[in-house]
């Protein structure tokens, strides 16, 4: 988890780094431009397999919905059910975040996005459970992983087309799925995890921590629009150019720290994915041993017992004496 922390501390870094660009312009033209009063309502959400619950968000009687899946859960005995049950209502918890972003209510937004959050890391954590106690849990890890997968792209894509601190809190949510879906990873054989880790990391530098790339795209274009609309003098203009330049050489590091960071988490999950097979062959050694012990024990006892038997059976020859 040290490395999540880092890799937030990064994403926080870069957000900070692009809010504290100075305003060029008149605050009139700012708030025009930035598009801080846009609505969140045009944002293009993509479809989704769940659909919401029957009370929303925005609901006086949300706490009512919120009680009765707490119910499905607890009526879930095995951790398996369990991490079913939370994926369920992950989902619905999405759906909610959906209408919520169509209504263009803000409140209801962060309140569905909170519940999805707290769901995929139950999920994550009662599919680790189930597999700490023994259970066959590959099947399972694998239809979570994908959903998860699709979750993070569905994310993306919304984060790709928010306004800026929306954008950074739908990346703050899609960061919480990236450390749910590393923890199902865990319950996957070998050679699937190795591919998903290897596709995460892809997924990461293609995104560019976590969405920050497409909003300082975005921002880049909104400052290009407020230049066009302004009259800017040369030493604005100077400014600004400083600004941007300052801004790209940030991000730039920020990604070749971003990308060490994921290059040691991978070499570590490769290091443990080894020793978990060299134990595993351990395992698979003593066990052969274990059945060539048991085969010889059976062997000595199937020759023991004829032997035995052939002592018992042969009669027994008395001697005749001489008067006989």
Known sequence: MRLLSRLAVASTVAALSLSTFVPLASANHVK?????????SEINFPGLASGPGFILPD????????????LRFVLA????????VRMGIAGERLAEAKVMMQRGDVQGLETALSGFEREVAGAAK?????GAKGRGTADQARKMNQTLADYRIVLRTVSEQAPTSLSYRIGATNQRVLEAKLRVEDELPGDELAMEIESDLQSE???E?????SAANSLMNKYAALESKSNFSAEQK??????????SALRKDLLEQRKKLQEGYLQKRKELQEER????EQIKELLKQLQENNKAMRELEKSYKAAYNGATLTPTVTPSSPGN
């Open 32 to 40: 025009d431009v930035l598009g801080d009063s846009a609505s969140i």
């Open 59 to 70: 609901s006086k009687f949300y706490g009512l919905d919120k009680l009765v899946q707490e």
């Open 77 to 84: 005995f095995t951790p398996e059910q369990q991490a079913k």
């Open 126 to 130: 009662s599919l680790a459970d189930a």
């Open 205 to 207: 530098i293609e995104s």
């Open 209 to 213: 921590v976590l969405g920050v790339q």
């Open 238 to 247: 100077m400014k600004y150019e400083e600004l941007m330049a300052s801004k």
């Open 277 to 280: 097979k060299k134990l595993y």
